[in-house]
Each structure stands twice: as C-alpha cells, then as structure tokens.
C-alpha cells in the first residue's frame, strides 16, 4: 500500500509539473530570441562562455541582464548598472506580494525556490486564474527557467558562427513578450487607460531621449489608472 501511494504522490507531481509546463510553454518559446541575443551580448561584452551562462543561470532576469551588458560595453560605472537593474527589476516585489496567498503555507525553501523563478512570464500565467497550486507554479517556473538556459546557451554558441547577431533585431522579442503579456491582464477600462497612457508618454520620452523615461512613463501610467478606478469606487 505505501508503494502505491508513493508512484500516485510521484505521479501527482509530475502531473503538476507538467501542467504547469504546458501553460508556459509559448512564452516560452516567445523569449527565444531574447535568450540568444542575451547570450550573444554577454560574449560581446568580454566574458567567457562558461561566464555567460552563469550569468543566465545565477542572474535570471532577461531585461536586467541585457541592460546591464549594454552598460558593461558602453562602459558605465557599477553604480549607475546595480541601480538600473535594481529599478528594471522592482516590480518582481510586486509579483511576490501578489502571489503570497497561494504559496504561504509552503516551508521557507519551497518559499525561496519559488521566488528565484518568479518572472514577469510566471506571474501571467498566475494571472490568468484566482489560485494555482504550488507545484504547477513551480514546474511552469522551473521549465522556463530550463528554456532560458538553453536559449541563452544556443546563443553563446551561435555567437562563434555569427558575429553580427546582435544586428538581427532580435530585442524586437523583448516587446513582443510584453504585448503577449499584457493583453490578458487588460481585463477593465482602467487598466486600458494606465496600458494606454504608459504607451505614450514610453513613445515620448524615448523620442527625447529622456533617461530612465520607460519607468517614469510606467509609474505615470500606474498612477493614472488607480486614480481612474478610485473615482469610480467614491
């Protein structure tokens, strides 16, 4: 008997695993490009093959690390690269706070596993219903996490063979990968008017090469949008 709740305990996992594979798989698959260009950048930028997928491997932020590189190449200083990717990456506190309820009964390992693996993909998928159980989280966390190895690790290897990677416009993906997450979270007219007014004023603040202007449009179009639903429920 305790045989076979071991192989159904076993096999409940590996289902959970599985399902939560499944539901990441094609931002997955959508990031593709952003791992090659992350690898080929980190090569370009002086380090060393294995040193570019540890990057991938201990860092695991995509944005922050294709950020950082370009300011290692433009040969910032740390400080200005720890505080742009401290800011790049913020929102992922966020994220935590949103998805306490589904994982505070969880031990502080499970706990910590979890949050390594918590990205702006995992978080849409969680979006998507009320409550996921730990495991499908975890398994959609641990199967992207897989992908962007490899993904990074192709683009190491692709480097050797294309020197001019980095021109074939593959950071196009980055915004692709934001669209397809966040049209489903576009579920009411405010958050339409704070997606919206982001948009804009990202356009506006690029053209004048305003620093930092992505996040300053962000946090205006946030702001706008709690307002708007504010004055709805008074």
């Known amino acids: 008997m305790n045989h076979s709740f071991s192989n159904h305990l ?41 040193q570019a997928i540890g990057m991938s491997a201990f860092v695991f932020a ?12 433009a040969g910032a200083p740390l400080v200005s690269i720890v505080i742009s990717v401290f800011l790049i990456t913020s929102q992922h506190y966020l994220y935590a706070l949103s ?22 993909e995992l978080f849409a998928i969680s979006s998507t219903q009320s409550h996921y159980q730990y495991r499908v989280l975890l398994g959609a966390g641990l199967w992207f996490y897989i992908c962007w190895l490899l993904f990074s690790y192709l683009g190491v290897m ?53 620093l930092m202007g992505g996040l300053l449009a962000a946090l205006i179009g946030m702001t706008f949008a709690s307002w708007s639903e504010y004055q709805e429920n008074t």
């Not at 995509?62 to 190449?73: C, E, K, T, Y």
């Open 10 to 50: 076993t096999l409940s996992y590996l289902r959970d695993f599985l399902t939560g594979a499944i539901k990441i798989t094609p931002l997955c698959l959508a990031v593709l490009p952003w791992g090659l260009l992350a690898g080929s950048m980190a090569i370009q930028a002086g380090l060393s093959p294995l």
């Open 62 to 73: 995509g944005a922050a690390q294709l950020v950082s590189l370009g300011m290692i190449m």
């Open 99 to 120: 998805l306490r309820h589904s994982i505070k009964a969880e031990s502080l390992r499970k706990r910590l596993i979890f949050g390594f693996v918590l990205t702006d």
């Open 158 to 210: 692709l480097t050797s063979s294309f020197d001019n990677l980095h021109q074939l416009h593959l950071d196009f993906s980055i915004v692709a990968t934001f669209i397809a997450i966040i049209i489903p979270l576009v579920k009411n007219r405010h958050v339409l008017l704070g997606v919206s007014i982001t948009i804009l004023l990202t356009t506006l603040f690029l053209y004048l090469d305003i």
